[in-house]
C-alpha cells in the first residue's frame, strides 16, 4: 500500500510563493507518474499538474502553466510542486496522487490509484 503525505500549503499573500512536497511510501515511486490536483469550496477537483516516473516528462493546466512547476525526487521519493505568483483563484486544498506501476503522465483524476490528504493553500488579495 502506498501511502501519499503532503505538506508545504499555508497563508500566502497574492504573488507570493509556496513549495508543496509530497512524499510517498513503497519502493515503485520512480515507475509511477504523479499529479497534483486541487478542489476550491463549492468546485469540482481540477487537474494542475503531473510528472513523469523519470522527472523527464510534465504537463500543466493552462491556469498554472508558466507559474508552477512540478518535480520529482526520486532518491527521496518525494514530488514537489513549486507555486509563484500565486493568485486569489489558486486558493484550494491541493492533493497528490501516485499512478500505480504507470510511468507515463495523465491529467485524468480517475487513471491515479493513490492519493494524499491534501494541503490546503489560502492566497489572499
Known amino acids: 500500500q502506498v501511502q501519499l503525505v503532503e505538506s508545504g500549503g499555508g497563508l500566502v499573500q497574492a504573488g507570493g510563493s509556496l513549495r508543496l512536497s509530497c512524499a510517498a511510501s513503497g519502493r515503485t515511486f520512480s515507475s509511477s507518474a504523479m499529479g497534483w490536483f486541487r478542489q476550491a469550496p463549492g468546485k469540482e477537483r481540477e487537474f494542475v499538474a503531473t510528472i513523469s516516473g523519470s522527472g523527464g516528462s510534465t504537463n500543466y493546466a493552462d491556469s498554472v502553466k508558466g507559474r508552477f512547476t512540478v518535480s520529482r525526487d526520486n532518491a527521496k521519493n518525494t514530488v514537489y510542486l513549486r507555486m509563484n505568483s500565486l493568485k486569489p483563484e489558486d486558493t484550494a486544498v491541493y492533493y497528490c496522487?501516485?499512478?500505480?506501476?504507470?510511468?507515463?503522465?495523465?491529467?485524468?483524476?480517475?487513471?491515479?490509484?493513490?492519493w494524499g490528504q491534501g494541503t490546503q493553500v489560502t492566497v489572499s488579495s
Open positions: 496522487a501516485g499512478r500505480a506501476n504507470q510511468w507515463r503522465t495523465s491529467a485524468g483524476a480517475d487513471e491515479y490509484d493513490y
